[in-house]
């Protein structure tokens, strides 16, 4: 009976909300044109933080293959310390949301990243040996990071895209919003602009 009783309560909780409705905002209002910005800036924020995160595991991996390679018995020390302060540099090379619009920048960090690569994946993958089981699974998580930055910076153009299109179809409702609003700006791209 008692167990009747919640469930009953639960019932009525759950069907009395269901009576309400909706509330619904006017696509042309103010209110509608800050919920879509805010939605877009979300999107965007996320997808770069997708592939910031990714980026970051992939300079973790590489850090913690040269770790073990530094291990071995063969291991050219001297050159894996080279190959560590390279990778620890990546980060500070990177670029961001804003200064990516000089596409030299892009650049610049892409080739310094495969050059560090290519001297890990020559030490980690000699063609003369197998590698041990932890070597070849970092070495692989890596490439598989790496060939999915392609994929990250398709995605976050879509987002910046769609952002961008909406502040200029939208321009003048968000000049009227004010603060932060009016002061929104399109956000460059990886895709190279006429």
Known sequence: ?????????ALLLATSGCNRKPKLIDPASKEAVKTQVNILRDTVQARWQEMVASDDAKLQNTQQLLTILETQPDA??????????????LKILRYDQQNMAESARIDAYDVAQDSVLRMVYNMALPADKEPPTDIKTLTTQIQD???????????????????????????????QLGGQY?????????????
């Open 1 to 9: 009976m008692k167990n009747s009783l919640w469930l009953l309560l």
């Open 76 to 89: 050219n020390r001297e050159q894996v310390n080279y190959i560590r302060r390279a990778n620890t540099r």
């Open 145 to 175: 990071a790496n060939a999915e930055v392609v994929v990250f910076r398709i995605r976050y153009d879509q987002a910046a895209t769609r952002f961008n299109n909406y502040l200029q179809v939208h321009g003048a409702e968000l000049q």
């Open 182 to 194: 009016s002061k929104l700006k399109p956000l460059p791209l990886f895709t190279l602009q006429n």
